[in-house]
């Protein structure tokens, strides 16, 4: 299994995402969230194909999820959801990644 631990910023919303591979080749989804646009994308993301998830933004079950649900193009969470499905499919590396936004 494969957890992400997502803190969207202004909104104040944390997002813990786990990603299990399973036998017939997808990865299983678990989105936890209190954000009600984000609960409602978990909802249409239940299984994900990790090979269609490496090719543009609109072959992607994620992000198609996430235009349809999603308030704000700015979400973390789409990108947060498709490399856990990619470190769990064994397609991506583990490693920790952040955004510091710095307004000078």
Same mark, same amino acid.
């Not at 813990?16 to 978990?42: F, T």
């Not at 090979?51 to 349809?68: L, Q």
């Given at each position: 299994?494969? +957890?992400? $631990?997502?803190?969207?910023?202004?909104?104040?919303?944390?997002?813990?995402?786990?990603?299990?591979?399973?036998?017939?080749?997808?990865?299983? &989804?678990?989105? $936890?969230?209190?954000? /009600?646009?984000?609960?409602?994308?978990?909802?249409?993301?239940?299984?994900?194909? /990790?090979?269609?998830?490496?090719? +543009?933004?609109? +072959?992607?079950?994620?992000?198609?999820?996430?235009? +349809?649900?999603?308030?704000?193009?700015?979400? &973390?969470? /789409?990108?947060?959801?498709?490399?856990?499905?990619?470190?769990?499919?064994? &397609?991506? &590396?583990?490693? $920790?990644?952040?955004?510091?936004?710095?307004?000078?």
């Amino acid at each position: 299994m494969t +957890t992400a $631990e997502v803190d969207c910023g202004t909104c104040g919303f944390q997002v813990l995402i786990r990603a299990q591979a399973n036998d017939e080749g997808s990865v299983g &989804l678990e989105l $936890e969230c209190e954000c /009600p646009a984000v609960r409602q994308m978990a909802e249409n993301l239940q299984s994900v194909d /990790p090979y269609t998830e490496g090719g +543009t933004f609109s +072959t992607s079950s994620v992000y198609r999820a996430a235009d +349809t649900c999603l308030k704000h193009v700015d979400c &973390l969470v /789409p990108a947060a959801v498709v490399r856990a499905v990619n470190v769990e499919a064994g &397609l991506a &590396l583990s490693h $920790e990644v952040s955004i510091r936004i710095i307004k000078e």
